[in-house]
């Protein structure tokens, strides 16, 4: 019998995305549509990218991985952990010959959280049911969110009032 695989989405964040530039008097486009994910599967952490009707998955280390290029155009992601979470950046260039322009499409910080470690009205401000905070505050099994913004973390945690760490 196989093992039994369990695959949940941690994060996930859609773009549509289309930049032109004009060189040489002839227009150059380009364009993605893309998921970025984080899954969990079986306990391990994983960055997908599903764009071109392709997916690609590598893991949560720094890195920058080139995932699609064609012709002038190459899309890439970046990977960098950082305190409590991973910073994610997303990046479409066009050029050749080391003449290009590049231009950030997504970045993104995603924070991991211990649900349990909420208090009731935390769990309120970010739509989570407070059963979890009953059930999760006992295991010894975590039950992870994230939160993901744009925003520096002392912005987040003031506009999520998540108490800081001393």
């Known amino acids: ?45 994983y960055l997908e990218v599903s764009a071109f009707g392709q997916s690609w998955r590598y893991n949560l280390t720094s890195a920058c991985h080139v995932f699609y290029e064609v012709g002038i155009a190459r899309f890439k992601i970046c990977v960098n952990p950082i305190k409590d979470g991973v910073s994610l950046v997303l990046e479409g260039c066009i050029g050749v010959a080391g003449i290009e322009k590049c231009w950030t499409i ?5 924070k991991w959280f211990l649900v ?6 935390e769990a309120d401000q970010l739509g989570i049911d407070s059963a979890l905070l009953r059930t999760s505050s006992g295991r010894k099994v975590p039950i992870y969110g994230s939160l993901s913004s744009e925003l520096p973390l002392d912005e987040a945690i003031e506009l999520l009032k998540l108490p800081t760490e001393q």
């Open 1 to 45: 019998m196989a093992p039994i695989t369990v695959l949940s989405v941690v994060w996930e964040e859609c773009v549509d995305w289309k930049e032109c530039i004009r060189v040489f008097g002839k227009k150059y486009c380009i364009e993605i549509h893309a998921c970025i994910r984080i899954v969990n599967e079986s306990g391990n952490f």
């Open 116 to 121: 349990g470690d909420l208090t009731k009205e």
């Open 106 to 110: 997504l970045r993104q910080d995603v």
